[in-house]
């Protein structure tokens, strides 16, 4: 195993619905909601340069957030949710649980859900994962997002108050509560690093774009089975850093500017030589 490089991969999630990455009413200070979005708690200094912070109070969606869903969106679509329940002899919790096989493509791109795996694997002779390829960043609003926002909504007010109601079945009575959302339009801008060990981890690429597109058809947040959370992906940057790149020694290479997902996908396979 030895480093041979890194793909940048810069994009911008944009909120198709209403879009609700939930924090804890304890960490943040929120009137008038059971269902605070997670804020910035402390204002980040110059982000957008000319001086111009993301204020505290704006909402940002944590890369644990992304790195989580697609994750499991993932388990799915490559069969590991199955495995895992066969292993669990009907322990629910357990089947449950994220992949800990230590070999499969997820386990070797998000890293092993269990940290006693690698133990397990060099007692049965096997070979290690290495490192979690990818790294997922926390994604802040774009300033134009927070313009507007602020335009339409107010000072410093960057979210919507939704009402949902639950209806009882024998008096027809309302039962409303109010869920904090990210309007629709708004954009984030985010940032993942996936880092080549061998060759063969050209083909793991594939799972970043791929969890892309999933988690375009399902959804981000909670709710999603209630109208939030749908997103898509734009304006995709790749560049690629060889290891050559960190010791002053090598140029980095843009792969892609600005281009769709739809886009990405099919220069997948050029970009993944180059690792
Ligand atoms: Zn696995």
């Given at each position: 195993m030895r480093y041979k490089?890194?793909?940048i991969i810069e994009y911008r999630l944009r909120a198709l619905t209403g879009l609700r990455v939930g924090g804890s009413k304890e960490e943040f200070d929120i009137g008038g909601t059971d269902n605070p979005v997670m804020k910035v708690p402390v204002e980040i200094p110059d982000y957008y340069g000319e001086n111009k912070p993301v204020p505290k109070g704006a909402p940002y969606i944590p890369g644990s957030s992304i790195k989580g869903k697609m994750r499991s969106l993932l388990e799915w679509v490559y069969g590991r949710v199955e495995v895992m329940y066969g292993r669990a002899n009907g322990d629910i919790e357990k089947a449950g649980k994220p992949c800990d096989c230590g070999e499969c493509e997820v386990c070797i791109v998000f890293g092993t859900g269990d940290a006693?795996?690698?133990e397990r694997l060099a007692k049965e002779g096997k070979e290690q994962p290495g490192p979690p390829r990818a790294k997922f960043f926390d994604l802040y609003p774009t300033e134009k997002t927070l313009e507007k926002l602020e335009d339409t909504l107010g000072k410093g007010i960057f979210t919507e108050i939704k009402?949902?109601?639950?209806?009882?079945?024998?008096?027809?009575?309302?039962?409303p509560r109010k869920v904090e959302r990210v309007p629709a339009g708004a954009e984030f801008e985010g940032r993942i690093i996936f880092d080549c060990f061998k060759e063969k981890d050209r083909e793991l690429l594939d799972l970043i774009f791929n969890g892309m597109r999933k988690l375009e058809d399902n959804f981000l947040g909670g709710y999603g089975s209630r109208g939030s959370g749908r997103i898509e992906f734009k304006n995709i940057s790749?560049?690629?850093?060889?290891?050559?790149?960190?010791?002053?020694?090598?140029?980095?290479?843009?792969l892609g500017e600005d281009i769709t997902l739809e886009e990405a996908l099919s220069k997948l396979e050029e970009w993944k030589k180059k690792c």
């Open positions: 490089g890194s793909f006693k795996t690698y009402t949902e109601n639950q209806i009882n079945r024998i008096t027809s009575r309302a039962n790749v560049i690629w850093r060889p290891a050559d790149y960190y010791k002053g020694k090598a140029q980095e290479e843009k």
